[in-house]
């Protein structure tokens, strides 16, 4: 079966530090990748999505970035953290093809201080 | 464009009471639809799906969801609510690579 491991679970940075918040797959092959931002209280904000090694697309223009160095690893980092990158991060994939769920991991809590 | 509208950000029902949550979309062609749901400090996980092939969907912990083409919608109810039902919960409608959420209901379940 397929899982998802994200993690920190929960990070606590100080404002102007770096990020790096890794996510894997197992147990599938070629996935969609995706990174999500949701604000306290809000919904879900499309960060980044992937189709393939080292294939990103940005949705938001903002200090984030993104990478995937392998078909199963995706990674979201910045240089700087802002205060306003403060939110709950979460990684999914799914299935390549049209009408297909998302599978999400658990998410990283980040408070940027 | 593509949207998906959840009318209510919250619903607050009283345990044993019926669950409705309602989701509206707009799409120019037949719609992949999704329900997800969200515990505090969890990822989403997938409800139900609606792929054309029923269009009563059936899913997980007693939920299930009717798409209505004449009504565009796809709402998602359950006969009887549980405190543990209480969570946030959001509909989504599938495309090519990236899909379309609405901004969630926060269902709340009184004793």
């Known amino acids: 079966s397929q899982t998802i491991h994200q993690w920190p679970a929960t990070l606590v940075q100080p404002v102007g530090s770096p990020l790096s918040l890794e996510c894997t797959v197992e147990?599938?092959?070629?996935?969609?990748l995706y990174w999500y931002r949701q604000a306290a209280g809000r919904g879900l904000q499309l960060l980044f999505y992937?189709?393939?090694?080292?294939?990103i697309s940005s949705e938001v223009p903002q200090n984030l970035s993104a990478s995937r160095p392998q078909d199963r690893q995706f990674i979201l980092s910045s240089k700087k953290l802002l205060l306003s990158d403060s939110g709950f991060y979460l990684c999914?994939?799914?299935?390549?093809?049209?009408?297909?769920?998302?599978?999400f991991g658990d998410g990283t809590r980040l408070s940027i201080l | 464009a593509q949207s998906v509208t959840q009318l209510g950000s919250h619903v607050s029902v009283s345990e044993g009471a019926l669950v409705l949550l309602r989701c509206n979309y707009s799409?120019?062609?037949?719609?992949?639809l999704f329900w997800y749901v969200q515990y505090p400090n969890q990822g989403l996980q997938l409800l139900l799906k609606?792929?054309?092939?029923?269009?009563l969907v059936k899913g997980i912990n007693g939920f299930e969801a009717e798409f209505k083409k004449s009504e565009t919608s796809f709402h998602l109810t359950k006969p009887s609510a549980h405190m543990s039902d209480a969570a946030e919960y959001f509909c989504?409608?599938?495309?090519?690579?990236?899909?379309?959420f609405g901004r969630g209901t926060s269902l709340i379940v009184h004793p």
């Open positions: 609606y792929t054309s092939a029923a269009t």
């Open positions: 992937s189709v393939g090694i080292g294939q």
């Open positions: 999914a994939w799914s299935v390549r093809g049209a009408g297909q769920p998302q599978h």
């Open positions: 147990g599938t092959s070629n996935p969609n």
């Open positions: 799409s120019s062609v037949p719609p992949y």
């Open positions: 989504a409608m599938g495309g090519s690579y990236i899909p379309t």
